[in-house]
T-cell receptor
Framework: SAVISQKPSRDICQRGTSLTIQCQVD?????MFWYRQQPGQSLTLIAT?????????ESGFVIDKFPISRPNLTFSTLTVSNMSPEDSSIYLC??????????FGPGTRLTVL | QKEVEQNSGPLSVPEGAIASLNCTYS??????FFWYRQYSGKSPELIMS????GDKEDGRFTAQLNKASQYVSLLIRDSQPSDSATYLC???????????FGSGTKLNVKP
């Protein structure tokens, strides 16, 4: 399976600021995803990061709030903009290997004060 | 709206027993089904995938799929305290490469 790393692993941020989360994979992958997991909840897909084009966002998530970059087949970033305490969550990137097998990075635990 | 439903638990079983985790899904076009294990504070890790009706065994784990009834289950034989975690069911719509996750079932295996 792919080896996925995320930076930072955790952060505490002030309201109104922005945080960029990086996701690095050790091999080229076609599809990368960004999820949010709030405490005690399941995974919610934020967007699919498309290489060379704009990300595809799920209902309830917008580019202005969660801009995503995917400059190549091994790297993506998610920015959480103008943060509020409601953005406190674990943010996970994942990759698709093979036809439909999904692997997750270790996650970024974000706390917004 | 694609829905994947799981009993949130907690499901408590004694060590050595069989743990049975269930998941139902609402979309008949779902083609691929997955079970993930998530330890507290960690990210989900893939345990098993299943694509065809019937049983699929991997060590102590058996996934069961019944597409007609739209359910998928995971059996864990000889449960160990280290199996204590939240188990997430996921279904995939291959045409769109979108995954839908259940809310997870918390399993406690008591020594």
């Amino acid at each position: 399976s792919a080896v996925i790393s995320q930076k930072p692993s955790r952060d505490i941020c002030q309201r109104g600021t922005s945080l960029t989360i990086q996701c690095q994979v050790d091999s080229q992958v076609t599809m990368m995803f960004w999820y949010r997991q709030q405490p005690g909840q399941s995974l919610t897909l934020i967007a699919t990061a498309n290489q060379g084009s704009e990300a595809t966002y799920e209902s309830g998530f917008v580019i202005d709030k969660f801009p995503i970059s995917r400059p190549n087949l091994t790297f993506s970033t998610l920015t959480v903009s103008n943060m509020s305490p409601e953005d406190s969550s674990i943010y996970l990137c994942s990759v698709l290997q093979g036809a439909d097998t999904q692997y997750f990075g270790p996650g970024t635990r974000l706390t917004v004060l | 709206q694609k829905e994947v439903e799981q009993n949130s638990g907690p499901l408590s079983v004694p060590e050595g027993a069989i743990a049975s985790l269930n998941c139902t899904y609402s979309d008949r076009v779902s083609q691929s089904f997955f079970w993930y294990r998530q330890y507290s504070g960690k990210s989900p890790e893939l345990i098993m995938s299943i694509y065809s009706n019937g049983d699929k065994e991997d060590g102590r784990f058996t996934a069961q799929l019944n597409k007609a009834s739209q359910y998928v289950s995971l059996l864990i034989r000889d449960s160990q305290p280290s199996d204590s975690a939240t188990y997430l069911c996921a279904v995939n719509l291959e045409d769109f490469n979108k995954f839908y996750f259940g809310s997870g079932t918390k399993l406690n295996v008591k020594p």
